[in-house]
T-cell receptor, first 114, second 112 residues
Framework: DTAVSQTPKYLVTQMGNDKSIKCEQN?????MYWYKQDSKKFLKIMFS???????INETVPNRFSPKSPDKAHLNLHINSLELGDSAVYFC?????????????FGPGTRLTVT | SQQGEEDPQALSIQEGENATMNCSYK?????LQWYRQNSGRGLVHLIL?????REKHSGRLRVTLDTSKKSSSLLITASRAADTASYFC????????????FGGGTRVLVKP
């Protein structure tokens, strides 16, 4: 009965490849997010979706494309992977998009680009 | 630069002692949230304090907020080895209120 789940947990791939990370939440939340945590543990928001609609799109290379097929899922597709994309990617969800509620995080996907 | 900056970056204490960490931020906020991250895990929400609140408690946790100084503190009382983790403050601000901006975190080590 995991609240926010991500797959895969670990992803090792070579430069230039295309990969996807999947995220699902079973909390009935309307809003979902993708964050990137770098090697120094800084956590930065990448995207946010509310009811399948993109509401936050930070300065992220357009090689990163989120897709929300329904409000319980938010997947992240990355094209032409680069060494600098190596990081831990966290999915999160919240009840609504106003910022008044806490966010629930998934366990993370550790991406290593070689 | 990060909106929230934690201080200290690392803290080492004995079990039973209190741990205090501070967070400073730059702009007006809607609320400030504290999260815990155990090694290799996702973040877990601890406390949310709104901009019109000054203090909030949850179990052994006490959070204060001083909007005039743009700062917050997290106090963990009677620490346990299981409290060993990184603690992050995050601010929610502006029209995109759900956009949390995280600080760099405080790594807390509680020695048994």
């Amino acid at each position: 009965d995991t609240a926010v789940s991500q797959t895969p947990k670990y992803l090792v791939t070579q430069m230039g490849n295309d990969k996807s990370i999947k995220c699902e939440q079973n909390l009935g939340h309307d809003t979902m997010y993708w964050y990137k945590q770098d090697s120094k543990k800084f956590l930065k928001i990448m995207f946010s979706y509310n009811n399948k609609e993109l509401i936050i799109n930070e300065t992220v290379p357009n090689r990163f494309s989120p897709k929300s097929p329904d409000k319980a899922h938010l997947n992240l597709h990355i094209n032409s992977l680069e060494l600098g994309d190596s990081a831990v990617y966290f999915c999160a969800s919240s009840q609504e998009s106003s910022g008044r509620s806490e966010q629930y995080f998934g366990p993370g996907t550790r991406l290593t680009v070689t | 630069s990060q909106q929230g900056e934690e201080d200290p970056q690392a803290l080492s204490i004995q079990e039973g002692e209190n741990a205090t960490m501070n967070c400073s931020y730059k702009t007006s906020i809607n609320n400030l949230q504290w999260y815990r991250q155990n090694s290799g895990r996702g973040l877990v929400h601890l406390i949310l304090i709104r901009s019109n609140e000054r203090e909030k408690h949850s179990g052994r946790l006490r959070v204060t907020l001083d909007t005039s100084k743009k700062s917050s503190s997290l106090l963990i009382t009677a620490s346990r080895a299981a409290d060993t983790a990184s603690y992050f403050c995050a601010t929610a601000a502006g029209a995109a209120g759900n956009k949390l901006t995280f600080g760099g975190g405080t790594r807390v080590l509680v020695k048994p």
